[in-house]
């Protein structure tokens, strides 16, 4: 009977932990298709800034800086036909070496491939045909209705030097 129990507690564990999984939320408490107007009235009630507006085709996105998270230096807020539809948080560290965005980077993707299975490597590139070197890696997990995804991007132009690590949220 303890052989009966102890499974059945540890199926109904298992199953319970699948299916929080299946449902990968975005950040800040929002779900999936909130309106416009309840995003903006929680950033709002956040102290954060919308600092822009921009419609990209079918899409429009809000660039937003001053939610407070350590090394977030903005976040970019999709909507398509008025829902919320992705989430992107961009992360800059400037005092950080190339080393330790790579520690970083790796402790995020392994984080990550703990918690949704291993990631799928979608990008690693580095350009070097123009004055400005680029480098672009990022990984990418399916999560029941959502992808996330991983990225470290940096542009370095002579001492002139970018880099940012940013994890999507979007809806499929």
Partial sequence: ???????????????????????????????????????????????????????????????????????????????????LFGVELQYEYPDWTIERYNERMGEVRRYFDSKFGTGTLVSRTRDNDSDVIQTLVGYKWDVGTTTLELFYFSAQRGHDLYRTISVNYKAL
């Fill in 1 to 83: 009977m303890r052989r009966v129990l102890f499974s059945l507690c540890a199926f109904l564990l298992a199953a319970s932990s699948v299916s929080a999984a299946e449902e990968l939320l975005p950040p800040f408490g929002f779900r999936w298709n909130d309106p416009m107007s309840r995003v903006e009235a929680v950033l709002n009630g956040a102290k954060a800034k919308i600092v822009s507006r921009d419609k990209k085709e079918n899409r429009e996105v809000w660039t937003v800086e001053g939610l407070v998270h350590p090394g977030l230096q903005r976040t970019l807020f999709t909507f398509k036909q008025g829902s």
